[in-house]
């Protein structure tokens, strides 16, 4: 469909990838995008070598250590080649890489726990979820188990996007709370073209967006968890920002998306809907 047709919904103000699952991740100023998502992103999991399940921020009880760690690339990855060594940096600040021999060794260590340090392949994995005593959620002080889509570390979609809009509704809602980015691990951030304040991405679902050469097909709403409640570094654990976007909208925050074309989009570039 050609620009004539679309219309201009804003710009990309940051994109961002996470190497590891449940990890920090690291801010990008441009990403190749590809049917399975940004090069590089969700490419490695823990697994915990006593049930097999995939380490997950989800269920902070079992995990609760895991945004200590951050994660980014030795070089940026590529598609058609094998992935660039990742860096992670541990609690106490030292730098480990994944192919190091002793790598599963060091992490087992640190998280106290007996873990291997694992590229996604083809077999579906389980994780769990803790669901917080809150009015609103599906579950209220229980943990439950899914399944990420076979041959990923996904847990539902393989692309997230979240205009500054939403979260300025969410400030509005809630000043106390500190909405920032990394609290929802988005992979595409959106400044609007206009002042709207409120949810812009709900009106996006069954619509295709195009950035560059990239299209991607709005799919649904991306509910929040317990995630985005936790400390990270100098954050505070806040419950109220779970509590405020199950208030303001339903629990969700930001949309999913799946690739329809592929190619490389950069910091900057405009954001249309066709």
């Known amino acids: 469909m050609s620009d004539t047709r679309q219309i201009e919904v804003g710009s990309v103000a940051s994109l961002w990838r996470y190497p590891v699952k449940s990890m920090m991740g690291e801010e990008v100023g441009a990403a190749e995008v590809t049917d399975r998502g940004f090069s590089g992103d969700r490419s490695y999991a823990l697994i915990d070598n006593s049930d097999g399940k995939a380490a997950t921020a989800k269920n902070p009880r079992k995990w609760p250590h895991l945004f200590d760690f951050k994660a980014r690339f030795a070089e940026p990855p590529s598609t058609g080649v094998k992935h660039p ?99 929802f691990r988005p992979n595409i951030v959106v400044q609007g073209a206009s002042s709207e304040n409120g949810f812009p991405e709900n009106a996006w679902i069954g619509k295709t967006l195009a950035i560059g050469p990239v299209r991607l097909n709005i799919t649904g709403p991306c509910g929040r968890c317990v995630m985005t409640t936790l400390p990270q570094g100098e954050l505070p654990n806040d419950p109220g920002i779970l509590r405020t976007t199950v208030q303001q909208n339903k629990g969700n925050v930001g949309v999913y998306a799946a690739v329809v074309s592929g190619g490389t989009i950069h910091r900057g570039d405009a954001v249309r809907i066709e």
Request: no cysteine; aromatic share 8%.
């Open 85 to 183: 060594p990742v860096l992670i940096t541990l609690p106490d600040a030292a730098t480990v890489r994944s192919d190091q021999r002793d790598i599963h060794q060091i992490l087992s260590k640190t998280l106290n726990r007996d873990v291997t340090l694992r590229a996604a392949q083809r077999e579906p994995i389980n994780a769990e979820e803790y669901w917080p005593d809150m009015e609103g959620l599906d579950h209220r002080d229980t943990v439950t188990d899914f399944t990420l889509p076979e041959g990923t570390f996904f847990d539902l979609a393989t692309v997230h996007l979240l205009t500054t809009a939403t979260l300025e509704r969410l400030r509005n809602s809630y000043p106390q709370g500190r909405f920032e980015i990394r609290r």
